[in-house]
């Protein structure tokens, strides 16, 4: 079983910087993490995924040029550093992992924290 938790949301202005974590805890072989994020009414989105060794990166079209995605030296927490936040960005937070290849979609991934907010006022 793999523990996810997310921390690093809160309220922004807009053109503000924020910068999420998730720490994975409770596997010790590799695994592939990934950010997507929900509004009120509508569907989970992709936002970007990093391979185990960090050499495979990938973002949604909405977050690119804007946001990027990290690991630490011990590959068991990431970061989302968020620039250039706008209002649309307003959303929960969830963060995910797989044991398998990294990927885009949410169900490539089998565990996932409860997320956190991320509220951009303009």
């Known amino acids: 079983q793999v523990q996810v938790v997310e921390s690093g949301g809160g309220l922004v202005q807009a053109g503000d910087s924020l910068r999420l974590s998730c720490k994975a805890s409770?596997?010790?072989?590799?695994?592939?993490m990934a950010w997507f994020r929900q509004a009120p009414g509508k569907e989970r989105e992709f936002v970007a995924a990093?391979?185990?060794?960090?050499?495979?990166?990938y973002y949604g079209d909405s977050v690119k040029g804007r946001f990027t995605i990290s690991r630490d030296g011990n590959k068991s927490t990431m970061y989302l550093q968020m620039n250039s936040l706008n209002p649309e960005d307003t959303a929960n937070y969830l963060c995910?992992?797989?044991?398998?290849?990294?990927?885009?979609?949410?169900?490539?991934?089998?565990?996932w924290g409860q997320g956190t907010q991320v509220t951009v006022s303009s």
């Open positions: 990093i391979s185990w060794s960090g050499h495979a990166i």
């Open positions: 409770g596997r010790t072989g590799s695994y592939a």
């Open positions: 995910a992992v797989t044991l398998s290849a990294v990927g885009v979609h949410v169900f490539e991934y089998e565990y």
